[in-house]
């Protein structure tokens, strides 16, 4: 621990010195491994421009440096400047044509321009020269991937998994693949492979979970990471992935003390607390969510989904002026997100902001037209107010996008009711009935008038018997 702040201390003064020097326009000439401290912690910080100046001013100190040319190159592609990135490239194989670091940052440049043909080029000209060839065929995999050729994408994961059987990335990204190409059920033989050639790799068995997770066979997933956690007891990913399988079980406790064995292991983490709150916030221990989610926001401000869980949380509570205070922080940091507006409208409903209800319950809709539980809680704040020719226009237009929906032929009658239209509301009702008997009940809410439901309920009768 003395040590690193040693390190740390000699490391400012360093940077201190460098930079009193650069304002003066009086540098000296450093060693090149001080300088490449100095560009690391500029990289580092996101401080580009100063890490570009100090590798120039390396590169004059030393001009035939091939590791300060790849610095330079990463920098220069880290600003967007690639074309300028992938000279020097160039200028460095003049000097080192056997270095298979340039021709994998070479790689990496053009991929992050999309031009993956390249990309794969480079990278397979680094593996022959390289020690690191599992890395270089989950580069070419990543290519491929992102040019959306799947198939040879999991052939290069397979040959990096096979170099490096604990190779986290390749075998993250392969079972992603798998899934895309409809392929997992059949790859659960290939996971079993590597677990018979090596049955104490944990990585193995934690991506047979991951597989398992995916198809749905939550309980076999458990399984698997209960194995890989056996071998590697501080392997916090696999106490992560426990928890969310538990949580698709419904069985809250269990991931409960999953998500806090993950925190005990890795320390606080913001992803971490939001599950564990949305653990408590599925056992209705309200408060316990609440403060969960609070751990996460002081972790990580722009955690929208812990500021939407508070104000959740908190309107499960009928705590709706404080709910909206948190669920508005969401909505600014994700304004698109349309769970997000239905969650505000609700909340300005209870508390009778019946205008600003109505327009959070159109931005929803905007956002999300085939979502019914918003098509209806809107329209029916309308009706509410008796506006029922507006309440009846959002389900019309909404049966033209969704015509096979029972529920807003059924509302659709209510209101079509409301406004003395027997004869259009009764093929509603029709139409209703015949999409889905069952959900009649639900316009019965709506006459709380005994004479009022025995009458729709003679019609309803009437249709059941003519249906036989």
């Not at 440096?65 to 920098?75: H, V």
């Not at 002026?321 to 609700?346: G, M, Q, S």
């Not at 009935?433 to 009022?452: A, G, I, R």
Request: hydrophobic share 40%.
């Amino acid at each position: 621990m003395g040590e690193n702040f040693k390190r740390k201390d000699e490391l400012n003064t360093l940077i201190k010195t460098f930079e009193k020097q650069l304002r003066n326009h009086a540098l000296e000439f450093y060693q090149k491994e001080q300088l490449e401290e100095i560009i690391s912690h500029y990289t580092e910080l996101g401080k580009n421009k100063m890490a570009l100046k100090t590798c120039n001013i390396a590169i004059e100190q030393y001009p035939y440096s091939t590791n300060l040319m790849i610095e330079k190159a990463q920098i220069l592609s880290n600003l967007e400047k690639y074309e300028e990135s992938l000279n020097i490239l160039d200028r460095a194989l003049t000097l080192q044509p056997n270095d298979s670091e340039i021709f994998t940052v070479k790689g990496n440049i053009y991929l992050v321009q999309g031009l993956y043909e390249k990309a794969i080029i480079n990278y397979q000209m680094a593996i022959p020269i390289s020690e690191d060839k599992a890395d270089l065929n989950y580069q070419i995999g990543l290519a491929y991937q992102n040019a959306f050729k799947y198939n040879k994408a999991i052939d290069f994961y397979k040959k990096a998994i096979e170099i490096d059987i604990n190779h986290e990335n390749a075998l993250y990204e392969l079972a992603y693949c798998l899934d895309i190409t409809d392929q997992l059920e059949s790859s659960i033989s290939y996971y079993k492979k590597f677990i018979d050639k090596d049955p104490y790799s944990h990585y193995a068995w934690y991506n047979l979970g991951i597989v398992y997770n995916k198809l749905g066979k939550f309980e076999d997933a458990i399984k698997a990471y209960e194995y890989a956690t056996l071998i590697d007891e501080n392997f916090a990913s696999a106490f992560f992935n426990t928890g969310n399988s538990f949580m698709s079980l419904e069985k809250f406790t269990q991931a409960i003390n999953a998500y806090k064995k993950t925190l005990d292991i890795e320390g606080a983490s913001a992803e971490t607390y939001c599950c564990l709150a949305e653990s408590y916030e599925k056992l209705e221990h309200h408060d316990l969510a609440v403060k969960y989610y609070q751990k996460a926001v002081k972790l990580d401000s722009f955690y929208d989904e812990a500021w939407y869980g508070v104000g959740k949380c908190l309107a499960m509570q009928d705590k709706w002026y404080e709910a909206i205070h948190f669920l508005n922080r969401a909505l600014k940091l994700d304004c698109e997100n349309p769970t997000y507006w239905k969650k505000v409208a609700d909340a300005e409903y209870h508390v009778g902001n019946l205008v600003s209800s109505l327009d959070a319950y159109e931005e929803a809709s905007m956002l999300d037209p085939e979502d019914l539980e918003i098509l209806l809680d809107w329209s029916f704040v309308y009706y509410e107010q008796g506006e029922y020719e507006k309440a009846l226009e959002i389900i019309v237009d909404a049966l033209n996008d969704l015509p096979d929906e029972a529920d807003l032929y059924y509302r659709a009658t209510a209101y079509l009711l409301a406004l003395g239209k027997y004869k259009e509301a009764y093929n509603h009702l029709e139409n209703g009935l015949m999409l889905n008997y069952d959900k009649h009940v639900d316009l019965l809410e709506f006459f709380p008038k005994l004479e009022t439901q025995k009458a729709l309920f003679r019609i309803i009768d009437q249709f059941r018997k003519n249906s036989k």
